[in-house]
Nanobody
């Protein structure tokens, strides 16, 4: 079983920055993807960014050039650095890990960007 613990959300003004962390524990296969989805009320959950165990990254078009995902495999932790935040980035951000044995989710963290 895999557990994901998120941290780093909060309230920030437009143009500001936040960094999310997602720490994994438990039985983790060496080959996996980690990343974040986000969800706002009334909308479907959307992929924000992901990173493979080999550090290949993908980003939603809406965050390219502003967000950077990284990971520290030794610490089993992924990071999402969010810069130049916009009010439309306001959402609950959910960390995930996809492995050959299943998909796992963090508890979610609220990010609120005020205008």
């Amino acid at each position: 079983q895999v557990q994901l613990t998120e941290s780093g959300g909060g309230l920030v003004q437009a143009g500001g920055s936040l960094r999310l962390s997602c720490a994994a524990s438990g039985s983790i296969s060496s080959s996996n993807f980690m990343g974040w989805n986000r969800q706002t009320p009334g909308k479907q959950r959307e992929l924000v960014a992901s990173i493979s165990s080999g550090a290949v990254t993908t980003y939603a078009d809406s965050v390219k050039g502003r967000f950077t995902i990284s990971r520290d495999n030794a610490k089993r932790t992924a990071y999402l650095q969010m810069n130049s935040l916009k009010p439309e980035d306001t959402a609950v951000y959910y960390c995930f890990m996809s492995t050959m044995t299943g998909n796992y989710w963090g508890q979610g963290t609220q990010v609120t960007v005020s205008s």
